[in-house]
């Protein structure tokens, strides 16, 4: 009884180590590589949004309302943040119950499993992504464009919404998917050297014997 309750712990101990690493990589993938790298880029001069309409508006002769302009961005960026923190924060419960389903005599196959299930994950995660985007880039962008120029403009509108609704999303899902592929390899080889050390420790520690 104490070989298993001592067993029991170790486990306990190692799926709270995991949890915490797949919270951290998790959070770190949201905030820092998502929302503080995609959504809102460290420099103003990288905001393809923002400089790609300017550079359309400026080819129509036409002069944008700066503050306006920025109303409607930092509405959509706000509006974007929050559904992409809800569909990535179900990452962690991923990662929960592969721990909690894991098997005691094939510790390394929840790395296997885990995998799995995160190219899934990732897959069902793009669809909503690009759901996601397609309604707010059409609900706060696009049907924003009149707000935004001093001058109505048919053509600005068609450029802008075409720029808006494809290659902006398509650059979006793209660099979000990166971002995603890093941070799954980072977490997938950490926890394979966590599980690793957990063996490692069951086949040598004379607790065990």
């Given amino acids: 009884m104490v070989k298993e309750d001592i067993l029991k712990q170790h486990k306990q101990i190692l799926m709270t180590a995991g949890l915490e690493l797949a919270t951290n990589n ?21 905001d393809t949004v923002k400089q790609r309409v300017l550079n359309i ?4 002769s036409l002069v944008l309302d700066s503050d306006k302009f920025n109303e409607v961005l930092i509405s959509y960026k706000d509006d974007l943040k929050k559904e992409f923190r809800n569909i990535f924060k179900r990452r962690i419960d ?5 721990y909690s389903n894991m098997n005691d005599d094939k510790p390394l196959e929840l790395v296997k499993n885990l995998k799995k299930e995160l190219v899934k ?11 996601v985007l397609m309604r707010l880039v059409k609900n706060n962008l696009v049907n ?18 075409k720029f808006l609704q494809t290659t902006y999303v398509k650059q979006i899902l793209e660099t979000v998917d990166m971002k995603i592929l890093v941070k799954d390899t980072i977490l997938l080889n950490s926890l394979k050297e966590q599980i690793e050390r957990f063996v490692f420790t069951m086949e040598n520690s004379h607790l065990f014997d």
Avoid: C, H, R
């Fill in 26 to 46: 998790t959070n770190s993938l949201i905030e820092d590589d998502i929302i503080n790298g995609v959504i809102e880029v460290p420099l103003e001069a990288m």
């Fill in 57 to 60: 508006a400026k080819n129509n």
């Fill in 94 to 98: 991923i990662i929960k119950d592969n």
């Fill in 121 to 131: 994950f990732n897959k069902e995660a793009k669809k909503e992504e690009k759901q």
């Fill in 144 to 161: 924003n464009l009149d707000l935004i120029v001093k001058n109505d403009n048919a053509t600005f509108k068609k450029d802008a919404t």
